[in-house]
Structures are given as structure tokens and as C-alpha cells.
């Protein structure tokens, strides 16, 4: 079954810039969709169609796609952004739907 | 405003059997596909179907497969999810979620737990 890889963990302190990827084979083809969690609430869709930002969404979020990766960056990073981030897209048929393992960001 | 509040999550012993539902409000409800999505406790997120607008095209995931079913009624804004012979391993919090496989899921609801547990 398709997968998409992402690091369990990534670690910045705040102001810093992290970058967290997401790979999968049918990524070229394929929007990605990120989320961010929170614990003990539901998921927030924060980027969608590899780069768009969601009305609400910080503009230190921004989104990149390059050939099999995606890849979600967070610019100046505050305390707050501390949280689960899943990717999300499509298999190459288009009909089913596909998660990463997520990564745990961690503000130091 | 979208809301979408599930409910019918329960303690329930292997092998049997349990309905969720979401309610929909602040959209229209028959525009759009639905998914159900799991998170098994200290998890990530796992698809488990999703319903096409009018409920013509139904999809899962492998290992919910002849167990599961997802339906919807458009005219009570409501998702459905229809669990059997639940498992140990079905345990998670029950997400509704609107939208689809390339479209993404732009609302979510609060989730609802399911503990399959003798």
C-alpha cells in the first residue's frame, strides 16, 4: 500500500525556521495537505494544495513541493506552534486517502 | 459557521457492533465528500472511508474492509459510521472530517472515543 515518510521529530528554537518533509512516491502527481495537532484537539488543516494557506493561517506557514517531497516550513517559529504535523494526499488513483506518520515539533 | 459534532462513541467488547454520527451545520451538507479518520490512543491519523456527495461512491481502508460502512443523509446532514465485529486494534478517536483523497479535509470534528475492550 502507498505510504508517506515524514521524521517522527524535529526540533527548533523559537524565531528559528523549521522545515518538516513528507515523501511519497505519487507526491508529483498529487496535491499535499498538511495538518497541525494540537494535544487533546482535533486537527487544523494549515496549508493545502502543496503551498495554499487557509484563511486564518499565520503566513509563517508556507508550503513547497519538489519532485517525491513536500515540504511544510514554519518561519520564525513561536512557543505556540508546538505541536503533531501530518501530511496528507492521494494515492496515484486518486481515490484513496493517505496520512504521514507525522512529526513532533518541538520548540526548545 | 461549519461544525460538524460527532457522537455514539462507547466501551464496547470484541466482536460487537457500533453506529457513529456526525451532524453537519453551517454548510451544505450534499456538496461535499465526508471521511471518517481514526487516531488510535498516542497515534498518528489513519483514514478509514470516506462517501462521495450524494453517497453513490463509498471507499476504505483494507483492515476495516467488509466490517465497516459509511453512509450519509443528505437531507439530516448526517455521516454515519456503521462499525462490526470491532477489534481490539479499532480502538482510536473517531473523526468526521469534510472532504476527500485530493481534496483534503478542510473541517474537522471534535472526535468521539471508541474503546473495544473486554
Known amino acids: 500500500s502507498y505510504e508517506l515518510t515524514q521524521p517522527p521529530s524535529v526540533s527548533v528554537s523559537p524565531g528559528q525556521t523549521a522545515r518538516i518533509t513528507c515523501s511519497g512516491d505519487a507526491l508529483p502527481k498529487q496535491y499535499a495537505y498538511w495538518y497541525q495537532q494540537k494535544p487533546g484537539q482535533a486537527p487544523v488543516m494549515v496549508i493545502y494544495k502543496d503551498s495554499e494557506r487557509p484563511s486564518g493561517i499565520p503566513e509563517r506557514f508556507s508550503g513547497s513541493s519538489s519532485g517525491t517531497t513536500v515540504t511544510l516550513a514554519v518561519t520564525g517559529v513561536q512557543a505556540e506552534d508546538e505541536a503533531d504535523y501530518f501530511c496528507q494526499s492521494a494515492d496515484s488513483s486518486s481515490t484513496y486517502v493517505v496520512f504521514g506518520g507525522g512529526t513532533k515539533l518541538t520548540v526548545l | 459557521e461549519v461544525q460538524l459534532v460527532e457522537s455514539g462513541g462507547d466501551l464496547v467488547q470484541p466482536g460487537g457492533s457500533l453506529r457513529l454520527s456526525c451532524a453537519g451545520s453551517?454548510?451544505?451538507?450534499?456538496?461535499?465528500?465526508m471521511s471518517w479518520v481514526r487516531q488510535a490512543p498516542g497515534q498518528g491519523l489513519e483514514w478509514v472511508a470516506n462517501?462521495?456527495?450524494?453517497?453513490?461512491?463509498?471507499y476504505y481502508v483494507d483492515s476495516v474492509k467488509g466490517r465497516f460502512t459509511i453512509s450519509k443523509d443528505n437531507a439530516k446532514n448526517s455521516l454515519y459510521l456503521q462499525m462490526n465485529s470491532l477489534r481490539a486494534e479499532d480502538t482510536a478517536v473517531y473523526y468526521c472530517?469534510?472532504?476527500?483523497?485530493?481534496?483534503?479535509?478542510?473541517?474537522w470534528g471534535q472526535g468521539t472515543l471508541v474503546t473495544v475492550s473486554s
Open positions: 453551517g454548510f451544505t451538507f450534499s456538496d461535499y465528500w
Open positions: 472530517a469534510r472532504g476527500e483523497a485530493v481534496a483534503g479535509h478542510d473541517y
Open positions: 462517501i462521495k456527495q450524494d453517497g453513490s461512491e463509498t
